[in-house]
């Protein structure tokens, strides 16, 4: 089993790549699923399926495909619940579901990267030979990397252990035994944040408790999975004008995290444009003529820049031509899949 | 007693790849340019290094605008740690909160901390123009992608349920400030793409609905020169001439075709002022790329900004 991630800033068609590397995939015989974690993605636009949850099989068979394309775009709430539902501890589930925390934590920024890896878990389960990962764009997908561990490290610590238990014994005995220090500590917080949030966190903590260690046994798996270069590649996505930027802050990223870069794929160069104006054109005509070959040598110019720095580090590059239209249907998609076979 | 000196705030927020960046730092450089100190407050996830590659030479080649010009990237958990710093009083006690677990876990899960924090400290860099010496005119600030945008406006807003406190202060601060229309200006930026364009009409439709934000303007960035050219394209493409049969002039009819018809569909969506960005043909440093951005911005109304 092959997992793929793709990562990318915004705006540079990370999820058409992702979905048409798919589609090739499938097309030359594997069982493969995209995933997409972008909450902003037009993933369903791009493959022409409809709009229900979980895994939907794409019809690809116009392409001769000997494969199979299954396509999920991640529901952090539905995951979220999922995981409560499958975790929580013996009379604290309607705690959780119905606590004023909880409804926070589905909303909170990162949360979806944690629940992309709780996906990717279960997707390995689920007898794919590949599995594509379309991930949120910049800052979001590396947290989508570190919050997994953050996670499990905090869960992991005794410290936080004591979290629950230090509220339930406050609770109980009116701080009796709560040492001196730790006391001040918890009075200095609640006279921060208010004594409701700082109440309602803790009260929240010690009922998730079994589901964040739970998430975290599993997650820890799934992390492991990750960071081995046998089952796990990662894809840099860009654009031309951001090519030398993007590749230089993910490949830094990406190494400081020790994961293994298989790919940067230059998306939307545009083709080498020999056009000119006729004689007796309009001003308005020849401006246009002017900057649409300059722009066009501008994104070539970068490709080449970018291709002569990291052909040394990176196993596959791939440059991609703009394509006439958006990416709004498997034929497009087919188009990119075959530009891909061709560059 | 004259009123205190406060800086204004210019807000550039849109879909991820837009160029929220490079338009703040361009502002940002037009004020420089015009004398006028000036920060831009990047959440842009590269961070410095974004600013230090765009605005390299700046001080070689204009030193009194480098002067005037301050880029700095907030994180929003630092600026929490800071929240806490100037409101407890034992430095020690600080340093034992900010290390204990229970704090920390708090940060991570309750709603909207940071982003208030956050906000309070843009807040603070217009309403208090002297910290750490520096005096600002103008706060611009390159805001993070739009989910994330509107999400930190949000759930600063609906704070107040939560809290007491000095957290629950910020919040009303904040909430007066932000709807003191005088004082901010929130500028969309699209470009003229298929995805960027639905984004931005749905941004603005939010900003306006659940924020209560009247956005001054739309900024399309990155148009040919002829986006909003009304010349028939069968009229185009009589004036062009391929040198190879390649596609080629199909290949900038399509694209001239697409940006005429996206400008139009944001022209009937949104209302109020749309503004063009040109992208520059050709450019040798990034730095060029930003002045000229800068030029183009230099017949913008007072009111954006002021």
């Known amino acids: 089993m092959k997992i793929r991630i793709f990562v990318g800033t915004g705006g540079v068609g990370k999820t058409s790549v992702a979905a048409a590397s798919g589609l090739k995939t499938a097309?030359?015989?594997?069982?493969?699923?995209?995933?997409?974690?972008?909450?902003?993605?037009?993933?369903?636009?791009?493959?022409?399926?409809?709009?229900?949850?979980?895994?939907?099989?794409?019809?690809?068979?116009?392409?001769?495909?000997?494969?199979?394309?299954?396509?999920?775009q991640l529901d952090v709430k539905q995951r979220l619940d999922h995981m409560v539902r499958r975790h929580a501890r013996a009379g604290k589930l309607q705690l959780i579901l119905e606590h004023p925390i909880y409804q926070a934590v589905a909303r909170l920024v990162g949360i979806q990267e944690l629940m992309a890896i709780e996906r990717i878990g279960e997707a390995l389960a689920e007898g794919y030979d590949e599995v594509i990962v379309d991930t949120a764009p910049s800052r979001h997908a590396l947290e989508f990397l570190d919050k997994p561990e953050y996670f499990v490290q905090l869960v992991g610590s005794p410290i936080v252990r004591l979290v629950g238990r230090t509220y339930h014994w406050w609770e109980k005995s009116s701080l009796a035994r709560l040492g001196r220090f730790g006391f001040e500590l918890y009075s200095q917080i609640e006279s921060l944040v208010g004594v409701k949030l700082a109440r309602d966190v803790?009260?929240?903590?010690?009922?998730?408790?079994?589901?964040?260690?739970?998430?975290?046994?599993?997650?820890?798996?799934?992390?492991?999975?990750?960071?081995?270069?046998?089952?796990?590649?990662?894809t840099i996505v860009t654009s031309p004008f951001k090519a030398s930027r993007d590749a230089g802050f993910f490949w830094e990223e990406l190494q400081?995290?020790?994961?293994?870069?298989?790919?940067?794929?230059?998306?939307?160069?545009?083709?080498?444009?020999?056009?000119?104006?006729?004689?007796?054109?309009?001003?308005?005509?020849?401006?246009?003529?002017?900057?649409?070959?300059?722009?066009?040598?501008?994104?070539?110019?970068?490709?080449?820049?970018?291709?002569?720095?990291?052909?040394?580090?990176?196993?596959?590059?791939?440059?991609?031509?703009?394509?006439?239209?958006?990416?709004?249907?498997?034929?497009?998609?087919?188009?990119?899949?075959?530009?891909?076979?061709?560059? | 007693m004259s009123a205190p000196k406060t800086a204004s705030l210019t807000v550039f927020c849109g879909k991820g790849g837009v160029g929220k960046t490079s338009l703040s730092l361009a502002l940002g450089l037009r004020h420089a340019l015009q004398k006028r100190p000036t920060v831009v407050v990047t959440s842009h996830p590269l961070r410095e290094?974004?600013?230090?590659?765009?605005?390299?030479?700046?001080?070689?080649?204009?030193?009194?605008?480098?002067?005037?010009?301050?880029?700095?990237?907030?994180?929003?958990?630092?600026?929490?740690?800071?929240?806490?710093?100037?409101t407890v009083p034992s430095s020690i006690l600080v340093k034992t909160i900010l290390a204990s677990s229970v704090y920390q876990s708090l940060v991570e899960v309750a709603p909207g901390l940071k982003e208030i924090a956050f906000l309070s400290r843009?807040?603070?860099?217009?309403?208090?123009?002297?910290?750490?010496?520096?005096?600002?005119?103008?706060?611009?600030?390159?805001?993070?992608?739009?989910?994330?945008?509107?999400?930190?406006?949000?759930?600063?807003?609906?704070?107040?349920?939560?809290?007491?406190?000095p957290f629950a202060l910020l919040g009303a601060q904040l909430a007066s400030f932000?709807?003191?229309?005088?004082?901010?200006?929130?500028?969309?930026?699209?470009?003229?793409e298929e995805m960027a364009v639905e984004e931005t009409i749905e941004l603005w439709r939010q900003l306006r609905g659940d924020l209560a934000i009247e956005p001054k303007a739309v900024l399309c960035n990155m148009v040919s020169p002829l986006a909003r050219s009304t010349q028939p394209v069968e009229e185009l493409q009589a004036q062009l001439e391929a040198e190879r049969d390649d596609g080629a002039v199909q290949f900038i009819l399509d694209r001239n075709a697409i940006e005429r018809s996206l400008f139009g569909k944001l022209r009937a969506a949104v209302p109020g002022a749309l503004r063009l960005i040109e992208r520059k043909?050709?450019?040798?440093?990034?730095?060029?790329?930003?002045?000229?951005?800068?030029?183009?911005m230099e017949d913008f109304p007072d009111d954006w900004t002021q």
């Open chain 2, 281 to 296: 043909a050709a450019w040798t440093t990034d730095l060029d790329l930003l002045l000229d951005i800068a030029k183009q």
């Open chain 2, 49 to 86: 290094l974004a600013a230090s590659v765009s605005l390299a030479g700046l001080k070689e080649r204009y030193p009194e605008a480098a002067d005037n010009l301050f880029v700095i990237h907030i994180d929003p958990r630092e600026a929490l740690n800071d929240t806490v710093r100037t």
């Open chain 1, 27 to 72: 097309i030359e015989g594997s069982r493969c699923l995209v995933l997409t974690i972008d909450p902003a993605t037009r993933l369903k636009t791009a493959l022409g399926i409809g709009t229900a949850g979980g895994a939907q099989k794409v019809p690809i068979e116009p392409f001769a495909a000997k494969g199979e394309l299954w396509a999920a």
């Open chain 1, 202 to 234: 803790l009260e929240f903590f010690s009922a998730f408790q079994g589901v964040a260690e739970a998430y975290a046994r599993e997650s820890a798996a799934t992390l492991k999975r990750l960071h081995d270069s046998r089952t796990t590649s990662f």
């Open chain 2, 122 to 165: 843009l807040h603070r860099l217009a309403d208090e123009p002297s910290e750490a010496g520096k005096t600002f005119d103008r706060v611009v600030w390159d805001a993070p992608a739009t989910g994330h945008f509107l999400q930190t406006l949000l759930v600063s807003r609906n704070f107040e349920q939560y809290l007491s406190g």
């Open chain 1, 256 to 343: 400081k995290r020790k994961f293994f870069v298989e790919g940067l794929v230059v998306n939307r160069i545009w083709p080498e444009l020999a056009v000119s104006a006729r004689p007796g054109a309009t001003r308005e005509a020849e401006a246009l003529v002017t900057w649409y070959r300059h722009v066009s040598a501008a994104h070539r110019q970068a490709w080449e820049h970018v291709a002569a720095e990291y052909s040394p580090k990176i196993r596959r590059l791939l440059p991609l031509r703009e394509l006439p239209a958006d990416i709004d249907g498997l034929p497009a998609l087919h188009q990119m899949v075959q530009a891909m076979g061709q560059a």
């Open chain 2, 178 to 192: 932000s709807s003191d229309a005088t004082r901010f200006a929130v500028l969309p930026i699209t470009t003229l």
